[in-house]
T-cell receptor, first 109, second 114 residues
């Protein structure tokens, strides 16, 4: 079993849809949870991070962490074609970051 | 603020050849990371430097991979000799703090080994 599991998709939605991206993990020591966005032929860029359990909102993006279920989510409201990218979840107990495989999202106009 | 710079962007070599990648981190970032991202997978940490010292190289295949960070700024990652399974994107990242979730990535070097 991988430490971090992420459905690779691909996921295709129409513009304006609400998108839900998810990861599960097995290591209960993970404390920091991140979402990175990676456009084609580019390096990942940090979208959001959450420490421990709870929700965090930033504009159209909401990150949720449920440590009891070892499950994290990223919601994108009013999705735009510019959101088309691969979304990587990442997590770390303190230093050693572990990434999911990434979910490829396409938002169609 | 200039981002993380990497070169070359693309490289094609034959198996058993050698290759080197270069990275220049964001100015003032003491921590530098090299990741390997195989197609369809997330990045995997190869080595982490704090200034010019190695913090973690537990996943670096030391029989063929080597990395250095002279003077605590630029870094090079070398593969010698390359294998087919080394085909991947090699990402360099940097962060201000040592144990940081906020890492800034370069565009990567796409290596194809034939």
């Amino acid at each position: 079993q991988k430490e971090v599991e992420q459905d690779p998709g691909p996921l295709s939605v129409p513009e304006g849809a609400i998108v839900s991206l998810n990861c599960t993990y097995s290591n209960s020591a993970f404390q920091y949870f991140m979402w990175y966005r990676q456009y084609s032929r580019k390096g990942p860029e940090l979208l959001m991070y959450t420490y421990s359990s709870g929700n965090k909102e930033d504009g159209r993006f909401t990150a949720q962490v449920d440590k009891s279920s070892k499950y994290i989510s990223l919601f994108i409201r009013d999705s735009q074609p510019s959101d088309s990218a691969t979304y990587l979840c990442a997590m770390t107990p303190n230093n050693d970051m572990r990434f999911g495989a990434g979910t490829r999202l396409t938002v169609k106009p | 603020e200039a981002g993380v710079a990497q070169s070359p962007r693309y490289k094609i070599i034959e198996k058993r050849q050698s290759v080197a990648f270069w990275c220049n981190p964001i100015s003032g970032h003491a921590t530098l990371y090299w990741y390997q991202q195989i197609l369809g997978q997330g990045p995997k940490l190869l080595i982490q430097f704090q200034n010019n010292g190695v913090v973690d190289d537990s996943q670096l295949p030391k029989d063929r991979f080597s990395a250095e960070r002279l003077k605590g700024v630029d870094s090079t990652l070398k593969i010698q000799p390359a294998k087919l399974e080394d085909s991947a994107v090699y990402l360099c990242a940097s962060s201000f703090y040592a144990a940081s979730y906020e890492q800034y990535f370069g565009p990567g070097t796409r290596l194809t080994v034939t």
